[in-house]
């Protein structure tokens, strides 16, 4: 079930412990009212598919109202950018609406008396800009620092920073495209940073014609695969750790099963194990094309997934289907590439350094 975060017009205490909220995550769904006492809604279909900006805040320190003025101030660039806004106080409907006649504010000012939303994202005692994907995900989380009453232009100053750098518009035209899923933020650089570390773990090896191995069988813990020859030039290192299982599906029913039962509607109940590959130029590390699903033995594949483990580190091997284009998929550190087990795909030689990627088969309903 999503996450849902509404509030209404009776004051009471917050309640219950904030959402441990990071970027990736699914953001929760806002329903409040305006200051004219209009209901508005986050996942509604004309705020959704644009970046989303919540600034949320409490009033006692009178922070948030300056900080009000300083987004004022930067409307016109947040309008360039294409980018939502919306302003939380805790102040009941009579005083929000007092409050944005004042300050002229050319945004909505919701209200959040019962400290509901606040609560969820987890604000305290300074304000917090929420920036939301137009995938309705978390993007960043921005917190006020101790300079925020007295400086308030810098966290709307940092706030557009964020969006320039992650959703600037591009208005590319599409010409072709694979019926691919690209999800930004399923894992953290430092997450990444620790899978890679753990592909050098000293583990046994097992040799692999690139479709079958022995390991699968007589491995009970975590154990590496060397594939070779027409397959491919790559090594596998089979996640068994519980520990690091967890960890994974976590990350994944959080931050992906939803989005596949919005883009593919499908529900997968069952994966193969994690697997860590690494693909090293030394090596020659390439992985040639076919299909995930094409044997026997893995006919009953639905679906695959990579993430990028170390952008920026190597050279070459990017993800290519031919089959819709000769476009060559270069994804960012921490981003999720999703696809049918039926799509002829290959990853392009490494000629610089070592690419390291988390991948997963999946299947099931």
């Known amino acids: ?32 009212l305006d200051q004219t006492g209009e209901p508005t809604f986050t996942n509604a279909d004309l705020v959704t598919g644009r970046a989303l900006v919540l600034l949320i ?16 101030d930067r409307n016109a660039d947040f309008a360039a950018l294409d980018v939502n806004l919306f302003a939380v106080s805790r102040q009941p409907i009579e005083a929000n609406r007092a409050t944005h006649a004042d300050l002229a504010l050319p945004f909505k000012l919701l209200t959040d008396a019962t400290c509901d939303i606040s609560g ?40 557009l920073a964020s969006l320039r750098a992650d959703f600037a518009p591009q208005g590319a035209r599409v010409r ?29 090896a097992w040799p692999s014609d690139g479709f079958r191995s022995e390991g699968h069988i007589k491995e009970t813990g975590d154990f590496k695969v060397d594939h070779a020859g027409g397959y491919g030039q ?20 959080r931050r992906v099963g939803r989005e596949m039962r919005k883009a593919f509607q499908t529900r997968v109940s069952q994966r193969e194990d994690y697997r860590i590959a690494r693909y090293d130029s030394a090596s020659g ?39 819709y284009g000769d476009h060559y998929y270069e994804v960012e550190r921490g981003t999720a590439v999703i696809w049918s087990a039926t799509l002829l795909h290959e990853v392009m030689p490494v000629t610089k350094g070592a690419r390291y990627i988390l991948g997963v088969h999946m299947y099931g309903t």
Do not use: W
């Open 120 to 159: 969820a994202f987890g604000v305290e005692n300074s304000p917090v800009a929420v920036i939301i994907d137009p995938n309705h995900r978390i993007a960043r989380i921005l917190r006020a620092g101790a300079r925020a009453p007295q400086d308030p232009a810098s966290l709307a100053d940092a706030t």
């Open 1 to 32: 079930m999503e996450d849902t975060v509404s509030s209404t017009d009776q004051a009471s205490a917050p309640r219950g412990a904030a959402l441990s909220l990071a970027a990736g995550d699914p953001a929760p769904h806002v329903s409040a």
């Open 285 to 323: 590390g390439v992985l040639h094309p076919h299909r995930d699903n094409a044997t026997k033995e893995t006919a009953h594949r639905r679906f695959t997934m990579t993430v990028n483990l170390n952008a920026g580190d190597y050279e070459g091997g990017a993800l290519r289907f031919r089959e």
């Open 57 to 72: 805040g409490p009033d006692e320190s009178g922070a948030l109202t300056a900080t009000l003025a300083a987004f004022r």
């Open 234 to 253: 790559l090594t596998e290192y089979v996640v068994r750790d519980p520990a690091v299982q967890q960890f994974l599906d976590h990350c994944f029913n």
């Open 176 to 204: 072709a495209q694979a019926p691919i899923l690209l999800l930004p933020r399923v894992l953290g650089k430092a997450d990444c940073a620790r899978l890679v570390e753990l592909f050098h773990r000293p583990v046994r």
